[in-house]
């Protein structure tokens, strides 16, 4: 594989620490992919990632020739891409939101959410994939780590448990001043070990323990991390 060029090393060094994410011209990137440096996200808005080779070039220092990066800086600035909503489930970036359960109004069910939530998922194992170092798929990525609340939750509605709504109970994520970790609450027993569950195959460890007022049973989830 050819070296990548000088500007190519400057758009890597300013890569996305955590993600791995990309800005640039798309004629910049593009040539990033070409180079299978980079990887063009299959969902909107079409974000652009390193690969697994692309993190190594970076790590390797290959980025921190000064003489080459002083020479770069005379070139303009790339113009950066809109960033993903960290709001929404950006693994799967764009429109989509996963719902925590901890909405104040009604949202849209049935057919046209599933399809959502399938296509949200699908994108985020690829993300996966392509950002991990070793393409792992059933491990989270920096993403998610990042972004807890939102992947947690979009680990459950993909497993198919229903978020709390103002008509009926369900789950409910909420951050933590733990690190790496979020709660999750269900009303029911049953429902709190289906959450587990859901949680440990999308790669999750779960402990579950008890509110220290009434007793109530909750859930603490952290992504793994090997």
Known sequence: MKPPTAAQRRIIEAADPETGRLTGTETQ???LVRARLAFRHPRPPHAYFLTPAGHRVRDEGAVRDEGTVREDRAAP????????????????PGV??????TEKSAASEGPARAREV????????????MTNTDGARDRPCAWERTHLVQAAALALEAAGRP????????????GTPQP?????REPSP?????CAAALERAGWQVSEHGE????ARYLLASPRRT
Request: proline share 13%.
């Open 212 to 215: 220290p007022r009434g007793g």
């Open 96 to 101: 989509f939101a996963a719902r925590t359960g």
């Open 180 to 184: 790496e970790a979020v709660a999750v």
């Open 190 to 194: 049953d429902g709190l070990r289906a």
């Open 163 to 174: 978020p709390a709504h103002p008509d009926h109970p369900g789950y409910e994520v909420t």
């Open 118 to 129: 399938r296509s949200a998922w699908e994108g985020l194992v690829e993300l996966r994939r």
């Open 77 to 92: 600035s790339p113009q950066p891409e809109p960033t993903p909503d960290a709001g929404r489930s950006d693994g799967a």
């Open 29 to 31: 990137l593009t040539g």
